[in-house]
């Protein structure tokens, strides 16, 4: 699953003739290019998209979405490293193999 998920920004920094940041998303902190919300700053919320802030979103509603999102189990899918991803589709049964 690829979602749309919201972060707030800890850090910017430009690299490359890019600009980008540590966003954290409820507790894991991954670097975002920032380039698509120029007007962004450093205590704000962005909706990230495979690596790209896509737009600028109020306080309120990111907590409750990263909320609705952990109460879902997506969050833990979404933010699993490539280890627990491989290990979680090894462990699903096959319907296939029935």
């Keep these: 699953m690829c979602l749309a998920v919201p ?3 800890e850090e ?7 600009t ?4 954290n998303f409820g507790g894991v ?3 975002v290019c920032l380039d698509y919300v120029p ?3 450093i ?3 962005v909706i990230v998209h495979v690596g790209f802030a896509l737009s600028i979103i109020d306080a309120e509603t ?5 909320a609705d ?4 189990g997506a969050f833990d899918e979404e933010f699993a490293s490539e280890a627990e991803q491989f290990a979680r589709a090894a462990a699903q049964k096959d319907p296939a193999a029935e």
């Design 20 to 23: 980008t940041g540590r966003v």
């Design 62 to 66: 990111a907590e409750l979405t990263l």
């Design 7 to 9: 972060g707030k920004i």
């Design 29 to 31: 902190v991954k670097k």
């Design 43 to 45: 205590g704000d919320y």
């Design 69 to 72: 999102f952990r109460a879902m």
């Design 39 to 41: 007007e962004a700053k």
């Design 12 to 18: 910017i920094l430009a690299e490359d003739g890019l």
